[in-house]
C-alpha cells in the first residue's frame, strides 16, 4: 500500500468517525448538542482536523442524513422482498419506514427536518436519496393504479408516511394506533388486481 492510499484510507476512517460521533450525540441528546467543538473533544482530534473534511455542522448532517438513507433503503428494501403480493409489500415498506422514522429519531431529522445542504428531487440530488426514493418506488409503483405518475403516486404515499411518522412522533398521534393507520393507507391507496 503506499502511502497515498494509507492517508486516504485513514481520512476516510476519520470521516466515517465523525458521522458515526455526531449521529450518536445526535441520538442521545439532540442536534443542538452536535457542535464541532463537541465532536473534536469526543473524537479526540482539533477542530480544524474536523474542519478539514466538513464545512461546518450542516455538512456533517448532510453526511447523516446520506448515511441514514442509505440505511432506510435497505430497510425497506428487507421488508417488502419478505412480503408476497403487492398490497403486503406496500404494508410491510409502510411499517419499515415508520419504524425506522421511530427508531433513528436524529437521522430522521437530518433526513427530513434539517438543512444538511442537500438538493432533493432534481439533477443534483446525492445517490443515495434518489435509491432512498427507489426504493419506496419499487413497491409503490406496482400499486399507483391505471394512468396515475408511480413516481407522483410514490411522493404522495411517502408523504403520507412522513406525517405519520412526524405526528406519532410529536405526540399529535397516539402510537398505538399505527397498525390501523398503516392498514388504512394501503386499504386506500394501494391499489391491486
Given at each position: 500500500m503506499?502511502?497515498?492510499e494509507r492517508k486516504q484510507r485513514e481520512r476516510a476512517e476519520r470521516e466515517r468517525l465523525i458521522v458515526a460521533t455526531a449521529r450518536e450525540l445526535a441520538e442521545q441528546q439532540g442536534w443542538d448538542a452536535v457542535t464541532t467543538r463537541r465532536l473534536a473533544e469526543r473524537i479526540e482530534y482539533s477542530q480544524p482536523v474536523l474542519y478539514s473534511h466538513f464545512r461546518g455542522k450542516r455538512e456533517i448532517?448532510?453526511?447523516?442524513?446520506?448515511?441514514?438513507a442509505a440505511e432506510m433503503a435497505a430497510a425497506v428494501r428487507a421488508a417488502a422482498s419478505t412480503a408476497n403480493g403487492p398490497r403486503e409489500r406496500v404494508a410491510?415498506?409502510?411499517?419499515?419506514?415508520?419504524?425506522?422514522?421511530?427508531?433513528n429519531p436524529a437521522v430522521y431529522d437530518a433526513l427530513f427536518q434539517l438543512d444538511g445542504g442537500l438538493?432533493?428531487?432534481?439533477?443534483?440530488?446525492?445517490?443515495?436519496?434518489?435509491?432512498a426514493f427507489a426504493a419506496l418506488?419499487?413497491?409503490?409503483g406496482e400499486v399507483a393504479g391505471?394512468?396515475?405518475d408511480p413516481g407522483l403516486f410514490t411522493e404522495v404515499f411517502w408523504a403520507a408516511l412522513h406525517g405519520l411518522a412526524t405526528l406519532t412522533?410529536?405526540?399529535r398521534l397516539p402510537p398505538e394506533y399505527i397498525e390501523p393507520r398503516v392498514e388504512l393507507?394501503?386499504?386506500?391507496l394501494a391499489v391491486t388486481a
Open positions: 503506499s502511502v497515498q448532517i448532510g453526511a447523516v442524513a446520506l448515511e441514514g410491510a415498506l409502510a411499517r419499515a419506514y415508520l419504524d425506522f422514522a421511530a427508531r438538493a432533493f428531487a432534481q439533477e443534483d440530488t446525492p445517490e443515495p436519496l434518489k435509491n418506488l419499487e413497491s409503490l391505471d394512468g396515475v412522533r410529536a405526540g393507507l394501503v386499504e386506500r
